[in-house]
């Protein structure tokens, strides 16, 4: 696996070209925002997320550990499951980020 997607840039990159105002399932571990990132950015099939984990293909199963910010990206209020809103989270944590960073 590219590091590279385990980045938040990548994600905030991907993020930008979904539609803005569809809606994921936060709670569906094989189509959450996540998993659908995952799919997307590289092709990987049968994608499982669990807490602060990421998996893919058929069993054995490896389990690759997400950055803490995906998760804070993915959820949020129910009624906030669009990819514009978890844009908007990707772009704050990044700009907290750099703030910390800076």
Not at 40 to 50: C, F, L, Q, T, W
């Amino acid at each position: 696996m590219r590091r590279s997607l385990l980045s938040l840039d990548n994600l905030i990159a991907w993020l930008k070209n979904k539609e803005p105002k569809e809606r994921y399932d936060y709670m569906s571990c094989t189509n959450c925002l996540l998993a659908q990132y995952f799919t997307e950015a590289e092709g990987y099939e049968d994608v499982k997320i669990s807490t602060g984990a990421f998996a893919h293909g058929f069993a054995p199963i490896d389990w690759i550990e997400l950055p803490s910010e995906f998760h804070a990206v993915a959820f949020g209020p129910r009624r906030a499951w669009t990819f514009g809103a978890a844009l908007k989270r990707a772009r704050k944590i990044a700009l907290q980020k750099d703030a910390a960073n800076g």
